[in-house]
């Protein structure tokens, strides 16, 4: 039998991760030490109040039922939360969960637009950014981040003429891959230029609360005029814990949350119960333990950091995000090849920049998800291995 596949199916490799997994697996088989810097897994544990929320609720067989909607507890949680952490008021009808940002990502190009037409998203970006769009047959325009403008969008580089046709552009501070933050005259000039061009912003709101150098994480959503043109994404994967719990938000604009939920209405039943008692958990519960988890991966980013500045790695400092960004040392220009050549040497993983797109070559993502220990024995097996003295 000859099976055929779509065409954007063969757009798509197995993923970087995987890759590095099975190259990871084969490593540890041998008996090197593994320092696994790739994937952004928080390894701090989920709170106990969290866990208790969604295991009591888990054992209500009522709650096993198709959810169909978001309940009202749960959108009463988001609301106070959103005034107590960012000042920002939101109505029941500019609320709405998601399996995930990833997977809002994925699916919000269904909501916006039509098979050929155009979205705007990061270069270097995650990912899901470009992808999502592909995947719906949605052309996509890259702007580019450069570090001399400290990876900040240049409004001035995007062409009328692409920005007129767009139906909305990808925005994500503080951003992952590249660990930069936005300012508020940067958010005030977003808004003016997307009311300008008539492009809807989507903004990826899922570091806010892993921000360093005593910045105070905002929403895009507490400056003057953003619900009139976006919606934002709201995590709570890294900031509580809960990646493979998959629970996001949407915020703001309440016609694109109505149009993007009753898209998703015909493919999901709604947010499995005991995880809307998880997130209202979260949401109200104690934000001390948020805060403290936001120094503890400040303490690993300048160990790593200062670590590999210490043995001939000019590695800045990262402005927010659970993740470093490091120009590739003197002597290397191919991440991928940089990236197996590290861990075959030293066991230590790290992540191509090249997997975030074409201006992310020349560089490397780590992530901060070893403990200060364990971050100084990463750095000593890079100095001791020999790579940097090409």
Not at 76 to 82: C, I, L, M
Not at 220 to 232: C, D, H, M, T
Not at 327 to 345: C, H, I, N, V, W
Not at 370 to 380: H, N, Q, T
């Amino acid at each position: 039998m000859n099976i055929t596949f779509s065409e954007r199916s063969q757009r798509f490799e197995a993923g970087i991760f995987a890759v590095l997994n099975e190259k990871k697996m084969a490593l540890e088989k041998a008996g090197k030490t593994i320092y696994n810097l790739s994937v952004g897994t928080p390894d701090f544990p989920t709170a106990p109040h969290i866990m208790d929320a969604i295991s009591e609720a888990a054992r209500d067989p009522e709650n096993y039922k198709y959810a169909l909607t978001d309940r009202p507890f749960l959108k009463e949680a988001v609301r106070n939360f959103y005034r107590k952490r960012f000042g920002v008021d939101l109505e029941d009808d500019e609320i709405m969960t998601i399996s995930g940002s990833q997977e809002g990502m994925a699916h919000i190009a269904l909501a916006m637009c039509d098979p050929g037409d155009t979205v705007l998203v990061p270069n270097p970006g995650y990912p899901i950014f470009s992808i999502g769009p592909q995947l719906c047959a949605v052309n996509v325009a890259e702007y580019d981040l450069k570090s001399e403008n400290d990876y900040l969008i240049d409004f001035s580089s995007i062409p009328d003429e692409t920005a007129d046709k767009a139906k909305y552009i990808l925005v994500s501070y503080p951003l992952n891959p590249v660990c930069a933050v936005a300012d508020d005259a940067f958010y005030t000039e977003l808004i003016a230029w997307a009311k300008k061009h008539n492009v809807t912003v989507i903004h990826d709101n899922a570091y806010s609360d892993i921000i360093y150098g005593g910045r105070v994480g905002k929403s895009f959503l507490s400056y003057p005029g953003a619900r009139e043109v976006g919606i934002e994404f709201y995590s709570l994967s890294k900031s509580y814990n809960m990646t493979g719990c998959r629970t996001s938000l949407v915020l703001g604009n309440r016609d694109v949350v109505k149009t993007f939920s009753n898209v998703r209405s015909q493919f999901d039943y709604g947010m499995f119960l005991p995880l809307q008692y998880g997130i209202a958990a979260a949401l109200n519960g104690p934000q001390e333990g948020v805060a403290k988890q936001c120094r503890d991966y400040e303490e690993r980013m300048k160990t790593l950091c200062g670590g590999l500045r210490s043995i001939g790695w000019d590695v800045p400092d990262s402005k927010g995000t659970m993740f470093v960004w490091a120009k590739l040392p003197d002597g290397y220009q191919d991440s991928s090849a940089f990236t197996m050549e590290l861990m075959e040497r030293s066991g230590v993983i790290v992540t191509p920049g090249a997997s975030f797109g074409s201006l992310g070559e020349g560089y490397i993502r780590m992530a901060l998800v070893l403990p200060p220990e364990k971050m100084k024995e990463a750095v000593a097996a890079i100095g001791s291995c020999g790579i940097l003295e090409q």
